[in-house]
């Protein structure tokens, strides 16, 4: 199955921004959608942000994140990318990245993972 290695995250005040990588391990990035989920403690996965398969692919956010988060991938180094600006403590959240399934972005817009193997993730914390 296809893995990532996320790395990034940390604690921070409210307000504050990190920046996500995840890499692609042993499989080439750039024929899928990808997309970053987050999962706050209890809870089950949230799609957070989607991107196409293509560098400057369409991207996709929840509305809870749009104007502060932003999804980007460099194919040519098997990575994915999420900024994220202005953070909150509702951000709060082990971060993961995934495949995503494609047509369900390109038609609907919706962030659905492929896959239910999930990494270790990055924690984020954000204190208020």
């Known amino acids: 199955q296809l893995q990532f290695v996320e790395s990034g995250g940390g604690s921070v005040q409210s307000g504050g921004s990190l920046r996500l990588s995840c890499v692609a391990s042993?499989?080439?990035?750039?024929?899928?959608?990808v997309g970053w989920f987050r999962q706050a403690p209890g809870k089950g996965h949230e799609g957070v942000s989607c991107?196409?398969?293509?560098?400057?692919?369409?991207?996709k956010y929840v509305d809870s994140v749009k104007g502060r988060f932003t999804i980007s991938r460099d194919n040519a180094r098997n990575t994915a990318y999420l900024q994220m600006n202005s953070l909150k403590p509702e951000d709060t959240g082990v971060y993961f990245c995934?495949?995503?399934?494609?047509?369900?972005?390109?038609?609907?817009?919706?962030?659905?993972?492929?896959?239910?193997?999930w990494g270790r993730g990055t924690q984020v914390t954000v204190s208020s």
């Open positions: 042993g499989f080439a990035l750039d024929p899928y959608a």
């Open positions: 991107i196409e398969s293509r560098r400057d692919g369409d991207t």
């Open positions: 995934q495949v995503v399934r494609a047509d369900l972005l390109l038609l609907s817009g919706q962030c659905v993972s492929s896959y239910n193997n």
